[in-house]
T-cell receptor, first 113, second 111 residues
Framework: GAGVSQSPSNKVTEKGKDVELRCDPI?????LYWYRQSLGQGLEFLIY????????KSGLPSDRFSAERTGGSVSTLTIQRTQQEDSAVYLC???????????FGAGTRLSVL | QKEVEQNSGPLSVPEGAIASLNCTYS??????FFWYRQYSGKSPELIMS????GDKEDGRFTAQLNKASQYVSLLIRDSQPSDSATYLC???????????FGRGTSLIVHP
């Protein structure tokens, strides 16, 4: 079956603009994660969705960041009023259930000019 | 704060040698551990998962877990240049579904 799909693969935006990043997880995977990876850095956890439960937003760096997951499937990460420090690769991963093996998408490379 | 520590490297080994990658973790409640490989410019992909003390072998890869000493290691036998990548260690506790990732160790296998 298809893997985790993310779009767009690259996004260049101007400082202050809003951006939306999309993640389509593997069918049947109930858990979905968003991470951020800056150049040469490790994975920074952002948000976790599990089924219809309330998401764990503990990793979101500021209130400019938000995410939703519609129908327990596709997720959108929104960054409002983007700043240059938001430039990074945003990775989405899904797993069959929490604490299970995570499968990563190819990521969205965000560049804020 | 839960931490997973890895030496950033680079670890350089000759082709055919054994590469040993190590990881320590601070959370004694961690129960699940994962090794991911990440090629430059690509997303992480799972290499091994390990949940019990001891060794787990899969082809050229062996994961080792020692909960008493709070370390996890990955051994790569007969290293190949195609193994050159960054290896990420991750741990997750039973009370959390959010794994903690280390910063990764860069491995270079030279011909």
């Amino acid at each position: 079956g298809a893997g985790v799909s993310q779009s767009p693969s690259n996004k260049v935006t101007e400082k202050g603009k809003d951006v939306e990043l999309r993640c389509d997880p593997i069918s049947g995977h109930t858990a979905l994660y968003w991470y951020r990876q800056s150049l040469g850095q490790g994975l920074e956890f952002l948000i976790y969705f599990q089924g219809n439960s309330a998401p764990d937003k503990s990793g979101l760096p500021s209130d400019r960041f938000s995410a939703e997951r519609t129908g327990g499937s596709v997720s959108t990460l929104t960054i409002q009023r983007t700043q240059q420090e938001d430039s990074a690769v945003y990775l989405c991963a899904s797993s069959l259930a929490g604490l299970d093996i995570q499968y990563f998408g190819a990521g969205t490379r965000l560049s804020v000019l | 704060q839960k931490e997973v520590e890895q030496n950033s490297g680079p670890l350089s080994v000759p082709e055919g040698a054994i590469a040993s990658l190590n990881c320590t973790y601070s959370d004694r409640g961690s129960q699940s551990f994962f090794w991911y490989r990440q090629y430059s410019g690509k997303s992480p992909e799972l290499i091994m998962s390990i949940y019990s003390n001891g060794d787990k072998e899969d082809g050229r890869f062996t994961a080792q877990l020692n909960k008493a000493s709070q370390y996890v290691s990955l051994l790569i036998r007969d290293s190949q240049p195609s193994d050159s990548a960054t290896y990420l260690c991750a741990g997750a506790s039973g009370g959390s579904y959010i794994p903690t990732f280390g910063r990764g160790t860069s491995l270079i296998v030279h011909p």
